[in-house]
């Protein structure tokens, strides 16, 4: 069985999990506490900030059989169910390859349709920005009238490609490149529980190429010690 690679594997579950991003999560965290989340989202930002896993950590919250408010549990059926991306009620769409009017006349149809386990059916669709103008109207009337069981979190890395109508009707957050310190500080946990014995230097190295995206400095960890193995330093 091939295994899992370390982006994926130390993608954050809770919304303190989440790196560098923290105006962003608390604003979420006290919206989930207060009962008050959005029918839609708008998640700006360069790739690799966070955006697609902070909208994953919302669907767990919003739906979360043990707390229902605040932080998802991570371990009741649901919250297992959209981890391992078996939930049924939570739909990611990929908008570079779905773009199209008739796809988002589908999803149109089927919004309206209630969940199937869960308090609410959650569409994340990522790149929203790759949409045709006309497919951009359709969705736009849905973001108008949603169902009350719908929430939308759209991602973008280009926000001012997205038709001003769709942007005054998300909740908009935009997620920083995040900090060479919050990237070393990441990569150093990983290497601890991982058994890697990485020279800082080396750590910094991968931080300053990842510019800002913590999945690029995940994936070049990993490189380097299938590359190497278990220990990296500068002058390998």
Not at 53 to 60: F, M, P, Q, W, Y
Not at 105 to 116: D, F, I, K, S
Not at 216 to 226: M, R, S
Request: charged share 20%; glycine share 6%.
């Amino acid at each position: 069985m091939a295994s899992q690679v370390f982006y994926r594997k130390w993608r954050p579950q809770t919304l303190a999990e989440v790196v560098g991003q923290e105006q962003v999560t608390q604003t979420l965290l006290n919206a989930l506490n207060n009962g008050r989340v959005s029918h839609a989202y708008l998640f700006c930002g360069p790739r690799g900030t966070g955006k697609t896993s902070t909208g994953r950590i919302l669907a767990k919250a919003v739906n979360c059989l043990t707390n229902g408010k605040g932080e998802p549990c991570n371990t009741c059926p649901m919250c297992q169910a959209i981890t391992e991306g078996r939930a049924l009620d939570m739909i990611e769409i990929d908008a570079a390859s779905n773009r199209g009017i008739d796809d988002i006349r589908g999803l149109r149809e089927r919004v309206n349709y209630a969940p199937n386990q869960a308090r609410y059916k959650v569409y994340i669709i990522d790149e929203v920005h790759m949409l045709t103008k006309e497919a951009s109207n359709a969705l736009l009337k849905t973001l108008e009238e949603p169902p009350p069981h719908v929430i939308f979190v759209l991602a973008t890395t280009e926000a001012h490609k997205i038709i001003p109508t769709i942007l005054s009707r998300c909740q908009r957050f935009d997620f920083r490149r995040i900090s060479q310190t919050d990237v070393i500080s990441k990569l150093t946990r990983i290497c601890n529980t991982e058994g890697i014995n990485m020279e800082p230097e080396a750590l910094q190295l991968i931080a300053k190429a990842a510019t800002g995206s913590l999945r690029d400095a995940e994936n070049l960890l990993e490189q380097l010690t299938t590359y190497y193995g278990s220990d990296v330093g500068l002058n390998q």
